[in-house]
């Protein structure tokens, strides 16, 4: 032994295969199982093992290995990658009642014989991620054996940033899967899991504490710590954050579901080695999911990460199918979400925040709190009319509120009457600033509004919130041109409306303080690119009040340019789905005014885009409406309702003596009846068709 060279290297291959097979293994145990059979120090000792040999033989080293979690290289950016499918979000109920509706209608829509059956799941409340695995490039693995190829963020739905430099460091996450564990899962060479990532408690308290001593502001929750860590440039820093994967969704490479059933597929993705959340259950009967989702929210607390409900899936893909989607969200899929949480602090001080339309918030600052693991220490105060049904003082003890997505906020003022010997009452009132705390211009509160505003067009409070909602993700998407950056670009003078960002170059971006070339140059590419982005983003960028992202994208099919949506009457406006008088109103006044013409004029000559392709529409059934039922042989429900809305028709929900037709399909169930009781007129699918030639 320890002569022949051969037989020397040849053993430490061995040891390097048996060494990462060890090392997976205890990880396995340690971050899906939570079940650690080896302390740290013998786990650090197998790693430093394996490192050391493959330091000696760095031609051994495979991109899976447990030692190459960490590349240490710093990204440049994210590449944007399309998804094999939308990444669709949940829609919500909050009551009992609103989850016996949703039942009621599931039912209904999947027919009087199918078999209904849901898997409940906890509502992690993290971020959503799709990790892609198949065979890497060849002779990487052992026969059959699949890595991750690939971690894409949600993004925009349908476009996700590759952060798999990051996906990598998360230790729940296998970077490979053998032909054995494979095969024991019944997986395919290529397949996708969809899922959530989190970070747990304990995890994002030491991060809110590390950063609070190195005078950084904590993160506000363990969902933004999250999704902060997962588009952080240093996979080390990710690293040394614990992150945790559970995987929710098995797909293929298609993005359809693999398995018929969704508890086949927790199983699966079980047997293969993912972490899946253990409180899950397959139910029948409605009694049941009520049980479910009360015993998920007694357990709330104790689970050591965050959950904000109850997710309730139809177990059977085939009724997914048959069920479908409605614009954003599946039919076949709810979140029940919690009510929200509540804590007694007392208010040390009331600040005014100014926001991008001009309001003036007040905000309760509170002696620090904590709501279900979080500390709380801002509550809204929402306007002045609030603070006066409060009746609240400076020095009250109050009541905060953590809802789910919303911001904290104070619902009562304990011990009002001042005899609670524990919550005195506070002493000192608040007044409500005349002058905006930002800019000294007046501040008024028109007729009938609850709100402040500060009259200054130019305060730049405002510019700076209409700056960043035009940039933010979702809107504009201009990477780079946060907070620090706008701030300093108003303070020198640099900008002064979101038009003048088209106008920045390399000279003006270096002037400001920690931007090197590298950056200005990269801010600089996300600037061009923006100019790409469709109609209904700059629409939206634009900030007019209640023209959301959905309202802008209905807005921008329907007029099909800038020019023709500023021309547009309030009447011509309301024909669009979803705009009523209020969101007509103000898109009209936004247009009306000299400043905001101008700033569209100056977005036009940078070169944005302002047309998009018109939805066509003929008029063939104009005037008539229609309700679909059942399964039709060849159209999903969204291909004929698209349909009948573009010759110009309407599509009802329910039956009234009003409906033209009704359109039913196989399996039709109580409307198709409804149809027949009041002399409806019904049609099947090739009837459809025939009323569209
Ligand atoms: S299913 C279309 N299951 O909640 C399918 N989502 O509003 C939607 N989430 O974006 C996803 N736990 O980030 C699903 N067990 C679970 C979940 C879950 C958390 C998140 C996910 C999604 C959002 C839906």
């Not at 291959?13 to 293994?25: D, F, P, S």
């Not at 099909?560 to 705009?579: F, P, Y």
């Amino acid at each position: 032994m320890g002569s022949d060279k051969h037989t020397n290297t040849h053993s430490a291959q061995e040891r390097v295969g048996a060494l990462r097979e060890l090392l997976r293994h205890h990880e396995y145990l340690y971050y899906v199982m939570d079940a650690p059979e080896i302390d740290d120090l013998q786990y650090d000792a197998l790693m430093r093992e394996l490192q050391g040999l493959e330091g000696e033989h760095p031609e051994w080293v495979t991109p899976d290995s447990p030692t190459q979690r960490v590349g240490g290289k710093a990204a440049d950016g994210f590449s944007k990658v399309a998804h094999s499918r939308p990444m669709l979000s949940l829609d919500n109920v909050n009551s009992e009642a609103e989850l016996r509706e949703w039942d009621r209608r599931a039912r209904e829509l999947a027919g009087p014989s199918a078999d209904v059956s849901y898997v409940c799941e906890y509502k992690l409340d993290g971020l959503s991620m799709a990790l892609h695995f198949g065979p890497g490039e060849e002779g990487q693995e052992e026969g059959g054996a699949v890595r991750l190829l690939r971690g894409l963020t949600r993004g925009d739905g349908s476009v996700g940033e590759d952060v798999t430099s990051n996906v990598r460091t998360i230790k729940s996450v296998p970077l490979v899967i053998s032909a054995k564990q494979r095969e024991k899962a019944g997986l395919p060479e290529r397949f996708e899991v969809r899922g959530e990532v989190v970070m747990p408690l304990a995890g994002f308290l030491a991060m809110n504490e590390e950063r609070e001593s190195l005078g950084q502001a904590p993160a506000a929750n363990p969902r933004n710590a999250a999704a902060g860590t997962i588009r952080t440039l240093e996979p080390n820093v990710v690293a040394q954050r614990r992150l945790d994967f559970y995987g929710y969704f098995l797909l293929d490479p298609e993005g359809a579901p693999l398995l018929p059933t969704q508890s086949a597929a927790l199983d699966a993705l079980t047997a293969a080695g993912f972490r899946v959340n253990p409180h899950r259950e397959a139910i029948r009967e409605f009694d049941k999911l009520l049980a479910f989702i009360e015993k998920a929210e007694a357990n709330r607390t104790g689970l050591g990460y965050e959950i904000d409900g109850v997710v309730i899936k139809l177990d059977q893909t085939g009724l997914q199918r048959r069920l479908g989607y409605t614009g954003k969200a599946p039919r076949w899929a709810v979140a029940y979400k919690f009510a929200s949480r509540f804590a007694v602090s007392v208010v040390e001080d009331i600040k005014v925040q100014v926001g991008r339309t001009g309001k003036l918030t007040p905000v309760a600052v509170l002696r620090p709190v904590g709501i279900g693991g979080i500390t709380v220490t801002r509550a809204t105060l929402h306007n002045e009319d609030e603070i006066e049904r409060l009746g609240l003082l400076i020095g009250d003890s109050v009541r905060v509120e953590r809802g789910g997505d919303v911001i904290p906020k104070v619902v009562e003022v304990v011990g009002a009457d001042g005899t609670d010997k524990d919550h005195p009452r506070g002493t000192r009132p608040f007044v409500f600033p005349e002058h905006c705390p930002v800019c000294g211009a007046e501040v008024k509160r028109s007729e009938g509004e609850a709100d402040h505003r500060c009259v200054n067009a130019t305060c730049p409070a405002r510019v700076a919130g209409s700056l960043l909602h035009f940039a933010s993700r979702g809107v504009m998407n201009i990477e780079g041109l946060g907070e620090a950056v706008v701030m300093q670009l108003l303070e020198r003078g640099l900008v002064h409306s979101v038009a003048d960002i088209y106008l920045l170059d390399e000279a003006k971006l270096l002037s400001l303080e920690r931007i090197g070339k590298k950056t200005a140059d990269a801010l600089l590419a996300e600037i061009a690119k923006s100019r790409t982005a469709p109609l209904y983003r700059v629409l939206y960028g634009l900030g007019i009040r209640f023209v959301g992202e959905r309202t802008a994208e209905l807005l921008a099919e329907e007029f099909g340019s800038m020019d023709a949506l500023m021309a547009a009457t309030q009447e011509e406006l309301e024909r669009v789905n979803e705009v009523g008088p209020r969101v007509s109103a103000s898109i009209a006044e936004f247009f009306s005014e000299e400043p905001n013409r101008k700033l569209v004029e100056e977005l036009r000559a940078a070169g944005l885009q302002f047309t998009a392709k018109k939805r066509e529409r003929t008029e063939e059934l104009a005037g008539l409406s229609f309700v679909l039922t059942g399964t039709l042989p060849t159209l999903t429900r969204e291909q004929a309702k698209e349909k009948i809305e573009s010759a110009g028709g309407k599509v009802a929900g329910s039956v009234s003596k009003k409906t033209s037709y009704v359109v039913a399909g196989e399996e039709a169930g109580s409307k198709l009846e409804k149809a027949q009781e009041l002399g409806v007129k019904v049609l099947d699918e090739a009837g459809l068709l025939g009323l569209l030639t």
